[in-house]
Nanobody
Framework: QEDLVESGGGSVQAGGFLRLSCKTP????????MAWFRQVPGKGREGVAT??????TFADSVKGRFTIPKNCNEDTVYLDINSVKPEDSAMYYC??????????????????WGQGTQVTVSQ
């Protein structure tokens, strides 16, 4: 069991910026596919962004507002959310798998998961 640890969630006003962080084991950041999912109560997990080497993909619902930068010197993958909207409110999860991935891959494709960090956006 490898640990992914998310942080950075909290309450933010609509229109603002939020950065979520995912701390990874040392060997994982630059070599695994890293992904971010989100989930609201009563619904399944929605993939929002992936990063595999230099390739990033995004769900259509977040394109243009979300980015997924990495700092593998610090073993950290980020999810930057610009112009946050109330519909971005969710529990956000970091996930990883040791192969190529894209935004069409569902939660079952990923082997490693963090515990999640809650984001709440107010008007």
């Amino acid at each position: 069991q490898e640990d992914l640890v998310e942080s950075g969630g909290g309450s933010v006003q609509a229109g603002g910026f939020l950065r979520l962080s995912c701390k990874t084991p040392g060997y994982m950041c630059g070599n695994y596919c890293m992904a971010w999912f989100r989930q609201v109560p009563g619904k399944g997990r929605e993939g929002v962004a992936t990063s595999y080497y230099r390739t990033t993909t995004f769900a259509d619902s977040v394109k243009g507002r979300f980015t997924i930068p990495k700092n593998c010197n610090e073993d950290t993958v980020y999810l930057d959310i610009n112009s946050v909207k109330p519909e971005d409110s969710a529990m956000y999860y970091c996930a990883a798998v040791n192969q190529q991935c894209n935004s069409n891959n569902g939660p079952g494709f990923y082997r490693y998961w963090g515990q999640g960090t809650q984001v709440t956006v107010s008007q």
